[in-house]
């Protein structure tokens, strides 16, 4: 009877250790989300899917305990860490999310003709520039008739014809480059052998890379067009204060 007795009691000893323990363990874990913290953080100045993604990324790397995910359509990031987390998150976004630096990309269009054309635009670091000057011209694509009817449905897309230029600045090396696009096109005087309806268009694209190191007239390049004309292409970049 004695050695049934001392069993039962060590059963009992066992259970209440673990009884014990699992209630330390609930605990901790319990304690351990009431440190846990969420706080939103705005964007400000990073205004780029891509920006925010960079943010979003070093967050991660810097601080793996904490949750972060970016709300895009709030342009905020959310994180969810201790209080200590927070601040360094905190701090991360002060350095981070900073104004970027706007410059004045000028392009000078010359055809040693007639006056010079000049196109400006604002480009920052990380973001491209637009310029599209011209008109669209509509383009057949196909036709289709519904229900047997007797009239078809005819399909179009635009194509831009004039001048476009794409300008996008970017880090290189220790300093900036600037990445051009000028691409002149203009409807041909020839037919198309596949239809009637649709227009030859002729191209000329011109890319070129340049420092961001003076505010001097750089010469990209020349196009040559169908015309028989020459577009010589500089561009002056000047930093806005």
Do not use: W
Not at 50 to 57: C, E, F, S
Not at 93 to 106: E, G, H, I, N, S
Not at 129 to 139: D, N
Not at 202 to 227: F, H, I, W
Request: with cysteine.
């Amino acid at each position: 009877m004695s050695t049934k007795t001392q069993k039962c009691t060590l059963l009992a000893l066992s259970a209440m250790a673990t009884l014990t323990l699992c209630g330390v363990e609930a605990t901790a874990q319990t304690a351990e989300r009431q440190l846990n913290n969420y706080q939103s953080f705005y964007l400000k100045n990073a205004t780029s899917q891509t920006a925010a993604n960079d943010i979003q990324t070093a967050m991660r790397n810097l601080l793996p305990g904490a949750k972060i995910y970016y709300a895009a359509s709030e342009n905020a990031l959310m994180v969810s860490g201790s209080a200590d987390e927070l601040a360094q998150a905190q701090k991360m976004l002060a350095d981070l999310d900073k104004p970027q630096k706007l410059y004045r990309v000028t392009y000078t269009i010359s055809d040693g003709r007639g006056a010079p054309k000049h196109l400006a635009m604002l480009v920052s670091p990380g973001r491209k520039g637009i310029s599209r000057q011209g008109t669209r011209v509509p383009i057949m694509t196909g036709s289709y008739k519904e229900g047997g009817g007797q009239e078809a449905n005819t399909q179009f897309q635009y194509q831009d014809i004039g001048l476009n230029v794409d300008a996008t600045i970017e880090g290189y090396g220790d300093g900036l480059r600037l990445l051009s696009k000028i691409e002149e096109t203009s409807v041909s005087e020839q037919k198309s052998s596949v239809g009637i309806q649709d227009p030859i268009v002729d191209q000329s694209v011109l890319e070129a890379q340049s420092a961001l190191n003076s505010a001097k007239p750089v010469t990209l390049g020349s196009l040559s067009l169908g015309d028989g004309k020459q577009l010589d292409i500089q561009v002056t970049v000047v930093a806005v204060e």
